[in-house]
T-cell receptor, first 109, second 114 residues
Framework: GDQVEQSPSALSLHEGTDSALRCNFT?????VQWFRQNSRGSLISLFYLASGTKENGRLKSAFDSKERRYSTLHIRDAQLEDSGTYFCAANYGNEKITFGAGTKLTIKP | DPKIIQKPKYLVAVTGSEKILICEQY?????MYWYRQSAKKPLEFMFSYSYQKLMDNQTASSRFQPQSSKKNHLDLQITALKPDDSATYFCASSQESTPNSDYTFGSGTRLLVI
């Protein structure tokens, strides 16, 4: 079955607002990586986490260190350039990462 | 400078033909991968290679064959192309194939089979 479940599938925000995206895993994961896919289709790595939290500017990500069954991506003060599709991808210990279905984020003025 | 080069960026092919998608990485990584993204599905894992050896294959069809002529190359040969093969194919790499390595993706090859 699906190992990586992303929510919501789509999200529309006004500039300046905050929100959070979530990934749930059906099994314990060793690591998680968050990507943004822009309008040209390029996959840009945002965060890689084996545990804990990381922050970069207005973005912050957390990986549940206890159960290792979910991760979140927080967007603070959303800007137009944050629009895109956000993917989480997780590794449960084999030679690949498995992607979620993505969250399509639209930022409105 | 792009650290993973995929060529070509766009490719139109006729049903039944054969094409090779090129991938080269300049990150000094030891593991390389192919993923596929079609319009109706999320990014799907296809192959993983570590030190030029196949580690995992989740592609049902033998029409897809990776080729690793050098450590930093992992090309993808697709034979007997079908319209359903139309998708964007992404190459990726990581330092090692273990869970404690993050992945870098190329910009993809967008394939259209007519």
């Amino acid at each position: 079955g699906d190992q990586v479940e992303q929510s919501p599938s789509a999200l529309s925000l006004h500039e300046g607002t905050d929100s959070a995206l979530r990934c749930n895993f059906t099994t314990t994961m060793r690591s998680v990586q968050w990507f943004r896919q822009n309008s040209r289709g390029s996959l840009i790595s945002l965060f890689y986490l084996a545990s804990g939290t990381k922050e970069n500017g207005r973005l912050k990500s957390a990986f549940d260190s206890k159960e290792r069954r979910y991760s979140t991506l927080h967007i603070r003060d959303a800007q137009l350039e944050d629009s895109g599709t956000y993917f989480c991808a997780a590794n449960y210990g084999n030679e690949k990462i498995t992607f979620g279905a993505g969250t399509k984020l639209t930022i409105k003025p | 400078d792009p650290k993973i080069i995929q060529k070509p960026k766009y490719l139109v092919a006729v049903t039944g033909s054969e094409k090779i998608l090129i991938c080269e990485q300049y990150l000094g990584h030891n593991a390389m991968y192919w993923y596929r993204q079609s319009a109706k599905k999320p990014l799907e894992f296809m192959f993983s290679y570590s030190y030029q050896k196949l580690m995992d294959n989740q592609t049902a069809s033998s029409r897809f064959q990776p080729q690793s002529s050098k450590k930093n190359h992992l090309d993808l040969q697709i034979t007997a192309l079908k319209p359903d093969d139309s998708a964007t194919y992404f190459c990726a790499s990581s330092q090692e194939s273990t869970p404690n390595s993050d992945y870098t993706f190329g910009s993809g090859t967008r394939l259209l089979v007519i």
